[in-house]
């Protein structure tokens, strides 16, 4: 829902998004918990064409309205994320760093959908500390 947020209000002065989704269409195609959750969330329709819905795919997709950001956004993301995969974030990351946006992205090797539950403890400091880094930087007036 973050990168929603930050492509359709300027309303925050700073965000984080965590494994999350920028584009419907590759996570349909890619993400380990099948297809059938692309359209569950999406509306995908009873026939569960996919190929009937694509626009609202497209339409629902953040990355579809990435010139809109004026947040500073810190992306977070794990390399062996199989239910968002890493190319979600990279999608964000890059069209962001073209468009010359505010963002940065931390991305843990080694570390799965469930970081910040489960991870390496190491890396959960380190994603914390990012966070709160991150935040102090932009909120401090």
């Not at 195609?29 to 329709?45: K, L, R, V």
């Not at 890493?86 to 963002?103: D, I, M, R, S």
Request: aromatic share 14%; charged share 25%.
């Amino acid at each position: 829902m973050t990168n929603w947020i930050v492509t359709h209000t300027d309303r925050f002065r700073a965000a984080v998004t965590d494994r999350s989704i920028s584009n419907w269409v590759s996570f349909f195609g890619a993400s380990d918990i099948g297809p059938y959750f692309a359209n569950d969330q999406i509306g995908g329709g009873e026939d569960r064409d996919f190929w009937a819905y694509l626009e609202s795919y497209m339409a629902k997709s953040p990355i579809m309205y990435v010139k809109n950001v004026r947040t500073p956004l810190l992306i977070i993301h794990s390399l062996e994320d199989y239910r968002c995969w890493f190319e979600q974030a990279v999608q964000l990351y890059t069209a962001l760093k073209y468009l010359g946006k505010e963002v940065r992205m931390v991305v843990f090797p080694g570390e799965n959908h469930d970081l910040s539950r489960f991870g390496k403890p190491n890396h959960r400091l380190v994603r914390l500390r990012a966070i709160v880094d991150w935040f102090n930087e932009k909120l401090k007036a």
